[in-house]
């Protein structure tokens, strides 16, 4: 079982940053991948941005440049730090894991907010 803790979401302006955070329970090298979600009102969940157990990282085409994933071995804890904020990337963003020793788990979320 792996319990994942967001943190970080709030009510930024447009053109700010925010860095999002997500803490595991277990040690992140028995975490093979983690992804950032975010899911907007009225639509679907969508992958943002990945980063594996060897480093790699990859993001969406509509956020490169913007969109920067992290990973900080020694707290567990994989970030999200988000530049240049528009309105469009409002919503709830997700941490979601597949564990190396099998299954897949989501974080409860944090809400983010970008005022015009």
């Known amino acids: 079982q792996v319990h994942l803790a967001e943190s970080g979401g709030g009510l930024v302006q447009a053109g700010g940053s925010l860095r999002l955070s997500c803490a595991a329970s277990?040690?992140?090298?028995?975490?093979?991948?983690t992804g950032w979600y975010r899911q907007a009102p009225g639509k679907q969940r969508e992958l943002v941005a990945v980063i594996s157990v060897s480093g790699a990282t990859n993001a969406a085409d509509s956020v490169k440049g913007r969109f920067r994933i992290s990973r900080d071995n020694a707290k567990n804890t994989v970030y999200l730090t988000v530049n240049k904020m528009t309105p469009e990337d409002a919503g709830i963003y997700y941490c979601?894991?597949?564990?190396?020793?099998?299954?897949?788990?989501w974080g409860q979320g944090t809400q983010v907010t970008v005022s015009s």
């Open positions: 277990v040690d992140i090298f028995d975490i093979d991948n």
């Open positions: 979601h894991v597949d564990s190396a020793r099998g299954g897949a788990y």
